[in-house]
């Protein structure tokens, strides 16, 4: 099946650093997901991408859908304490509705 | 506004012991899901409903069933409870089928086979 390797697999930084991850895949995706998980809770969306090459921000959060639709890239700006938690790509292709999630970026901040 | 709600939230099986998980979601959406949740795997799909009278399997269904018993509730029973089935489950709906980057998930159901 489909594989997402998101790197890296955990981060600890201190706060007001920036912070970046990625998800590259071993196929094509038409759609990129970023998901995040509070400890304790559900993943939610974060940034949702429908295009090659398309840029979306949320807040702190930019997150980039790779020109050769194998590869995301999510950056936070400035971090803060409530940004902890597990960070998700996710990725849909073509004929195949059903999401493929990547192993999760684990983030700490450091006090 | 529930959004997706999960029962239990936690659960402590013996080998062989049998359990379904409960979930229902309040947005009228479609399609629903359950992921399992384990340390450095992601989320894997078990089962899903793309829509009210239709399950089918997803990437580890060995050892579950589930039932879509209306369009609101979606129970996954684990028939047989192994070891290898210690994990945190997930529910998720969305709004249709080949609507699924926007799920929305439940908090989650925390099971402890021993």
């Known amino acids: 099946g489909q594989q997402l390797n998101q790197s890296p697999q955990s981060m600890f930084i201190q706060e007001g650093e920036d912070v970046s991850m990625n998800c590259t895949s071993s196929s094509i995706f038409n759609t990129w997901l970023w998901y995040k998980q509070d400890p304790g809770e559900g993943p939610v969306l974060l940034i949702a991408?429908?295009?090659?090459?398309e840029l979306t921000s949320n807040g702190r959060l930019t997150a980039q859908f790779g020109i050769t639709r194998k590869d995301s890239f999510l950056n936070i700006s400035a971090s803060i304490p409530s940004d902890v938690g597990i960070y998700f790509c996710a990725g849909q292709s073509f004929g195949n509705e059903k999401l493929t999630f990547g192993t999760g970026t684990r983030l700490t901040i450091i006090p | 506004n529930a959004g997706v709600t999960q029962t239990p939230k936690f659960q402590v099986l013996k080998t062989g012991q049998s359990m379904t998980l409960q979930c229902a979601q309040d947005m009228n959406h479609n399609s629903m899901y359950w992921y399992r949740q384990d340390p450095g795997m992601g989320l894997r799909l078990i089962y899903y409903s793309a829509s009210e009278g239709t399950t089918d399997k997803g990437e580890v269904p060995n050892g579950y069933n589930v039932s879509r018993l209306n369009k609101r509730e979606f129970s996954l029973r684990l028939e047989s409870a192994a070891p290898s089935q210690t994990s945190v489950y997930f529910c998720a709906s969305s709004e249709s089928f080949l609507n699924t980057g926007e799920l929305f998930f439940g908090e989650g159901s925390r099971l402890t086979v021993l």
């Open positions: 991408l429908y295009k090659a090459g």
